[in-house]
C-alpha cells in the first residue's frame, strides 16, 4: 500500500511539475520553431524569455506561462534566431549620437541583432559597451579599428605601432583597406599574429589574393582580388588598370582557375562576405533614378541619397561604362560564391551597409536575394546570418541559435523563410536581448525617421 502511495505521489509531482506555470519575463506560444540547429521547423511551441535568455523551449501543450508574463501569439509564424551584418558601418558622434542611434535603430528594424563595424573608431569602443549594458538600444557590435592601408601605413614601424595600439586600445580586429605594399603588409600581418588580433576586408593589389589567403585573414570581403587573381599571367597587364574591384579586367580572367583559389581559401579557413548586392546595384545598369526611388530610401538623409544617385550617375555615364560588361562581371563573381560555398568555405552575411543604396538593415534583405541568385539554398544562407557569425567569433553558446541558455535575440516571420527567403521580409517583431519590438512599434518608429528626413 505504501509502495502504490508513493508511487502516485510521484504521478502527481511529476504532473504538476509539466503543467506548473513557468515564471518567465516574455513567452511566443503556438509558434513554429526554426532553430538553425537544422533546416527541420518544431512545429506549436512556446518559448520563455527570461532576463534576456531563452529560459525554455518546448510543446505549448505542456508549457504554461505565469499572469504576468507578457505573451505573443506566434500561431502561424516562425521563430528564428536574429541575423547578422557582418560589413556594417557605423556613424561616428562628431555631431552627437541621435544619427548613430538611428543608424542602430533601422539595422534591428529588418532583425539584425549582431552587426561588425567595419570602421571603427574610438567612440565605437563606448558605443559597443553601451550597447552591451543597455544604455544604447542596438545589436550586439564588433568593431574594427581606424582603417590600416597605404595611407596609414607608409613604413614597417608604423605598421608595428598602428598594429600593437589597436590590440591595445581593445578592437575587436584590423580593417584592411587597399594600398599596402608587400612589404608594410607582411609587416602588419606579422604583427597582428604577434598580438594576437585577426585581420579582415579588403586585398591590396600590391598584395594579391594568393597571398592574402596564404596570411589567412580572418575574412575577405567582397571577394576582393579574386578577378584580379584570374587574369593569366602571360597578359602582362598593369594591376592599376583594374577598375572597380576588377571589372576592367572581366574579358580576360581565366574562369579555370577559380577551383584553385577555393581550394586554396578553403584549406587556409577563411571566411568570405560577398557583399553581392552592393555590387548588383552600384554597378549594374539599373539606373540612378529608380534605384533613388526605392521605398527604403525615404530613411535616408536626402544629402546623402543625393550623394548616392550622383555617384551612380557618374558611373553610368562614364564613357568607359559597359553595362553588359557590367552583366558579366556580376554574373562571374556569383559563380566565385557559388563555388566558395560548395566547396565548404564558409560565409557570412553582410552588404556593406549604408553605402551607395543599401540602407541599413533594409540592404540585408537584398543581399540575401543576391545569395540566392548566386546558387545557395534559404537554408544556407540563413546560417550565413545566425550560426556562422557566432562560430567565426567563438560565441556559439551565446547567440545564433533559439536555445535555451543563449541570448534571445530573435526574429518572428510571418512564413516560413527556408520556402521562400524573401519571407525574411515580413516580420512580425524583433527580440535584442530579450526586449520586444512589435511590427506596429518598428513601423512607428520608421515613420517618425522618415518625416524626420522629410518624406
Known amino acids: 500500500m505504501k509502495l502504490k502511495l508513493s508511487i502516485f505521489i510521484i504521478s502527481l509531482c511529476l504532473f504538476a511539475s509539466c503543467t506548473k506555470a513557468q515564471e518567465a519575463d516574455f513567452a511566443f506560444t503556438n509558434v513554429n520553431v526554426l532553430t538553425m540547429e537544422s533546416d527541420q521547423v518544431l512545429t506549436s511551441q512556446t518559448v520563455l524569455i527570461k532576463d534576456g535568455r531563452i529560459l525554455k523551449i518546448g510543446p505549448s501543450a505542456s508549457v504554461s506561462t505565469s499572469a504576468s508574463t507578457q505573451t505573443v501569439d506566434g500561431s502561424g509564424k516562425y521563430l528564428m534566431p536574429g541575423i547578422s551584418e557582418m560589413h556594417a558601418h557605423i556613424p561616428g558622434n562628431q555631431n552627437g549620437t541621435e544619427a548613430v542611434e538611428e543608424t542602430l535603430f533601422l ?9 561588425r563595424g567595419m570602421l571603427g573608431q574610438p567612440y565605437h569602443l563606448e558605443l559597443r559597451e553601451q550597447v552591451k549594458t543597455g544604455e544604447v538600444l542596438g545589436p550586439r557590435i564588433y568593431t574594427s579599428g581606424p582603417s590600416i592601408n597605404g595611407n596609414s601605413v607608409r613604413s614597417v614601424e608604423q605598421a608595428k605601432s598602428k598594429v600593437t595600439a589597436q590590440k591595445e586600445a581593445g578592437y575587436d580586429f584590423l580593417k584592411m583597406h587597399p594600398g599596402l605594399t608587400m612589404e608594410n603588409f607582411n609587416a602588419v600581418v606579422a604583427t597582428a599574429n604577434e598580438v594576437g588580433i585577426p585581420f579582415a576586408g579588403h586585398v591590396s593589389l600590391d598584395v594579391g589574393v594568393r597571398r592574402a589567403i596564404e596570411s589567412k585573414y580572418a575574412s575577405i570581403d567582397h571577394v576582393d582580388g579574386y578577378i584580379e587573381g584570374m587574369v593569366p599571367s602571360t597578359m602582362r597587364v598593369n594591376p592599376n588598370t583594374n577598375g572597380f574591384f576588377g571589372i576592367n579586367f572581366t574579358d580576360i580572367i581565366d574562369e579555370s582557375v577559380i577551383p584553385e583559389l577555393v581550394q586554396a581559401t578553403k584549406d587556409a ?29 525615404k530613411y535616408l538623409n536626402p544629402r546623402i541619397l543625393n550623394n548616392w544617385v550622383r555617384t551612380k550617375k557618374g558611373v553610368l555615364s562614364n564613357p568607359n561604362y559597359d553595362g553588359e560588361r557590367a552583366l558579366k562581371f556580376n554574373r562571374i ?55 556562422n557569425p557566432a562560430i567565426y567569433f567563438g560565441d556559439e553558446t551565446e547567440y545564433g541559435m533559439v536555445k535555451e541558455g543563449l541570448s534571445a535575440d530573435l526574429i518572428l516571420v510571418d512564413s516560413n523563410p527556408l520556402e ?9 517583431g524583433v527580440m535584442v536581448r530579450g526586449k520586444w519590438l512589435s511590427a506596429e512599434e518598428i513601423k512607428t518608429r520608421l515613420a517618425a525617421i522618415a518625416k524626420k528626413h522629410g518624406n
Open 420 to 428: 521562400n527567403i524573401a519571407n525574411m521580409e515580413r516580420q512580425s
Open 333 to 387: 563573381r556569383k559563380d566565385i560564391i557559388k563555388a566558395l560555398h560548395e566547396a565548404g568555405v564558409g560565409m557570412l552575411l553582410g552588404s556593406d551597409a549604408p553605402q551607395v543604396f543599401n540602407v541599413p538593415g533594409f540592404s540585408i534583405q537584398r543581399e540575401m536575394q543576391s545569395m540566392a541568385d548566386a546558387g545557395l539554398s534559404a537554408y544556407e544562407i540563413l546560417k550565413s546570418g545566425t550560426v
Open 269 to 297: 579557413g577563411i571566411w568570405i562576405v560577398p557583399t553581392q548586392a552592393m555590387m548588383d546595384r552600384w554597378i549594374g545598369p539599373q539606373p540612378a533614378e529608380e534605384l533613388g526611388n526605392d521605398p527604403e530610401m
Open 107 to 115: 539595422y534591428l528594424s529588418n532583425g539584425i541583432t549582431l552587426i
